[in-house]
């Protein structure tokens, strides 16, 4: 594999930050997840925008142009064959003291990963997921604004140990006033009937990329979408439930804190966006050469 760090590309061996990288002690630092599909980068402009977008709010100044960035993604994946596959992109603060002030960190690194990717088995798109709801809040957004893809991901970390160790794969995390907020890397929707839901960016939740796209592909297939606040009651009593990501896509969720959701299998609207989702993957993107 083949690592680009400041305009180069590296060996894996030789892929190598420095210890002091405020990235690293600080997780300060912004980052992206973009999936390649058949040799096409997806959804690569509102990944670079989101990506600025959280360098923008944390005072963080990417030494090079969108387009630069756009570039250098395509040209890591072509350095790798990336015919399929999961691009992290990394900006970290880069090297400074060990006190908190970003502004002695002189230069950002910028990393781009092109790896491929572990996916969810396919049995849990199959049968879909069993979650749980978890005590550690989602951070308020008035502390950290969850649009801030930044390093730190220890408040998801937390959810997720919680799901893990009630014996479920993922987690949803609600918000402080106990309204549902996302899942830990994904999402969530409802459904009842022909209507959508999910909770809006108050919620405080990460306005994800596949979030949007779904939303789009639903209305265009006449479903009713709305951004609302939910309870746990609502998820329980929806008939179908899914999670969207980069990494997951759209995945059906049948089961929340012991509670069958619908028929406890994954549901045709689901099943129908998933199909829709995947048909959109497939044909689009920037193409990688
Ligand atoms: N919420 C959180 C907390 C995430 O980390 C992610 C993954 N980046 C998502 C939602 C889904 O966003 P996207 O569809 O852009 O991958």
């Given at each position: 594999m083949r690592v680009y760090i400041n305009g180069k590309l590296y060996s894996e061996r030789d892929a190598k930050i420095s210890v002091f990288d405020h990235g690293l002690l600080y997780g300060d630092g912004v980052f992206e997840g973009i999936r390649v599909y058949n040799r096409r980068v997806f959804m690569l402009a509102e990944h670079i925008d989101r990506l600025y977008r959280s360098a923008k709010a944390i005072a963080l100044e990417i030494p090079m142009s969108r387009k630069a960035m756009a570039d250098a993604v395509v040209r890591t994946c072509r350095a790798n064959r990336t015919a399929n596959g999961y691009v992290r992109l990394v900006v970290t603060r880069g090297v400074g003291t060990l006190g908190l002030n970003p502004f002695v960190c002189r230069r950002p690194q910028v990393i781009i990963i092109a790896a491929t990717i572990q996916l969810y088995p396919k049995e849990y798109y199959e049968k879909g997921l069993s979650i749980v709801t978890v005590?550690?809040?989602?951070?308020?957004s008035e502390a950290l604004?969850?649009?801030?893809?930044?390093?730190?991901y220890l408040n998801n970390i937390l959810a997720k140990i919680e799901a893990i160790n009630a014996g479920v794969p993922e987690a949803i995390m609600l918000n402080a006033d106990g309204r549902v907020a996302e899942a830990t890397g994904d999402n969530i929707f409802t459904v009842k009937g022909r209507t959508l839901a999910t909770p809006p960016p108050?919620?405080?939740?990460l306005e994800g990329i596949t979030r949007n796209v779904v939303m789009d592909l639903a209305r265009k297939s006449g479903y009713e979408v709305r951004e609302q606040m939910m309870t746990r009651y609502d998820l329980y009593n929806a008939d179908e439930v899914f999670l969207t990501g980069t990494a997951a896509e759209v995945v059906p969720v049948v089961e929340i804190d012991r509670r069958r959701i619908g028929e406890g299998r994954p549901g045709r609207v689901t099943q129908h966006l998933e199909k829709q989702f995947r048909q959109l993957a497939a044909a689009v993107g920037v193409p990688v050469g």
């Open positions: 005590p550690t809040v989602r951070n308020l604004n969850p649009n801030i893809k930044s390093l730190n108050q919620a405080g939740v």
